[in-house]
């Protein structure tokens, strides 16, 4: 049987519930790409469902994070891939480049692993180096190769080209102060399941995932969480329960991966973290259960935003574009006014307690909306959850 989401006590099942996000995709060459499938942006408010078409060829499905304030703020842009599977040649890259190619693993196939991940360097090597300052790779099930090495002889043998993390080296701080998290690991399937790298069984995934502190921005790793963006097309989950319960320990404000081909496209949640005890931030009380109110002064308890990238290319899924509005080293919340986003609360130099938020839309800035860490009452007034998929 596999694992199922726990049920929260006191009817506090808002981790789960979706809530609606305008998302605009624009690029013919998509769209021509993928002539026998479609991008849809789904939403639930009110059971309405958006469609949107491509119509540019420059513009990529783009996840930004924070607000642009020119001469203040500093952008920092990922281009996020992921299950390539040795097609990395026949990648519609965008011409701009990226400051981060990030790949969450899998670029190639087991049996061929060694000879698709030499090609896959060498491929990494041809990029223009203007366009993409840092390239960063994480393994994934089908890098036999890499499994089977320390890191430092992969590091001098295979991946030459890109900054390759693994188990036990596996935090990074970016020069613009983002903190990254990176996992090769999945959970393990059975035995005769040849394309099983850095495969665990569910404790081991738990013990590791520990690892994982709390003052991460992006969380990468190459399997999904349980039941986000998870689904098999046979019907059954690919992600991993330990995943999960880091995902609401640690909450960071994008949480990237691909493993699960299937299920390609983007989402954010409203998740609570994860515990019984929180201080009411109205009365200081503390209260000792996952109820939605203060048992002392009824406020609402508000859950945090995380937005989450199932960036599998396996089924010619375009690359995602991830944006991030820097300032002074940690993501910019504030508008050119200097005023943070309705219902935030001032929490600088708290940084568990601030606000992560921002927009999603795409190369054209046509759709906008809330994403990544954020509290107030307005939140529940506001397009705040995102879904992009390939069908």
Known sequence: MGNKPPKQQGGATDEWMKKELAISVANKEYKSALSRESIRSNSSHDGATVSNSAQSSDAYPTITIGYCIPGTTTTVTFLVLSDTHNQHRQLPLPPQGADVLLHCGDWSNWKTSKKNTEDFNQWLGSLDANLYKRKIVVGGNHELCCSKLPIHQVRSQLITNAEYYSTGDQTITHESGLKLFLSPSTLSRNLTYRANAFAKHSDELKEEFNQCPTDIDVLVTH??????????????????????????????????????????????????????????????????????????????????????????????????????????????????????????????????????????????????????????????????ALRVSAF
Request: with cysteine; charged share 20%.
């Open 223 to 384: 399997s999904p969480p349980y039941g986000i963006l998870d689904r098999h097309k046979k019907g059954h989950r690919m992600g991993s329960m330990a995943l999960w319960d880091t995902v609401r320990r640690v909450l960071p404000t994008v949480h990237v991966f691909g493993h699960c081909h299937d299920n390609g496209g983007a989402e954010t949640r409203s998740i609570l973290p994860q515990g019984t005890s929180w201080g009411c931030p109205t009365c200081t009380f503390q209260n000792v259960s996952e109820h939605l109110a203060c048992g002392a002064c009824g406020t609402e308890r508000v859950p945090t935003n995380v937005t989450f990238i199932n960036a599998s290319n396996k089924l010619n899924v375009q690359p995602f574009l991830l944006t991030f509005h820097m300032k002074h080293g940690t993501i910019n919340h504030e508008d050119a006014r200097g005023e943070k986003k309705d219902g935030e609360d001032d929490a600088d130099g708290e940084e568990k307690d601030g606000v992560k938020g921002g927009k999603m839309g795409t190369g054209t800035g046509t759709g906008t909306a809330a994403a990544g860490k954020e509290t107030g009452q307005s939140q529940s007034q506001r397009l705040s």
